[in-house]
């Protein structure tokens, strides 16, 4: 049994779906040992307390980085956190933070990387016109929206969008992508090379 633990600072919709997909068993062996938000009005908190999980409230503000990341890391290491899943979690961690969890850390990006990392995505994508957008679930790693990736779905780009319709559908695309990425990585026959994250290529007798 594998222990996830949830960053996330807002709504927390994707942190629900993988809370559902673990209870319908589409991502097996797993449980949400811990969700932790920076915002102690997050909509997520609320969601993770109905649903009688573990939570608990870290602020950024008026603490040093330093301090924040050791508490964060504490917190996730005292609930034996196997992978930590950020679920709209809107603060780049340290590469101190991002090695205490070596290719533990996924993070779910509402477009298809590399195009258009940071924030706002999906407005990103709709001001610059593309006809496909998507989503991206990917490892953490030390740079913004970088790490391998695990997962990526499309969504088209509709002459009848606006960058919130568009958001819309590819929010749908993420409750799907991040629990198949989660899946993925909690099993033991995919590894990443390179860049490249895939099945195992059998062994050689
Ligand atoms: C999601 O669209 C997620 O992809 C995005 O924040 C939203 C959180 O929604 N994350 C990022 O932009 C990270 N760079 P949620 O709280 O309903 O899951």
Not at 65 to 73: K, N, Q
Not at 189 to 205: C, H, M, N, Q, T
Request: aromatic content about 6%; charged content about 20%.
């Amino acid at each position: 049994m594998k222990h996830l633990g949830i960053l996330l600072s807002g709504r927390g919709s994707n942190f629900e779906a993988i809370a559902h997909n673990i209870a319908t068993g589409r991502i097996p062996d797993a449980r949400i040992a811990v969700v932790i938000s920076n915002k102690p009005d997050a909509g997520g908190i609320a969601t993770a307390q109905r649903l009688g999980l573990n939570t608990l409230i870290i602020p950024f503000k008026g603490t040093e980085r330093a301090d924040h990341d050791r508490a964060m890391v504490a917190a996730l290491k005292q609930h034996q956190v196997d992978f930590v899943c950020l679920a709209g979690y809107m603060r780049l961690l340290s590469p101190w933070f991002v090695q205490q969890f070596p290719r533990r850390i996924l993070n779910i990006h509402p477009s298809l990387l590399p195009a258009f990392p940071g924030l706002e995505a999906q407005e990103q994508a709709f001001a610059y016109g593309v006809k496909v957008s998507g989503c991206t679930v990917h490892f953490v790693d030390e740079e913004l929206d970088h790490g391998a990736i695990i997962v990526q779905k499309t969504v088209p780009v509709l002459d009848s969008d606006d960058e919130h319709t568009l958001a819309a559908r590819i929010l749908e695309q993420e409750h799907v992508a991040y629990s198949e990425a989660i899946a993925m990585v909690l099993q033991s026959d995919y590894e990443v090379v390179g860049r490249r994250f895939g099945k195992k290529s059998p062994a050689v007798a």
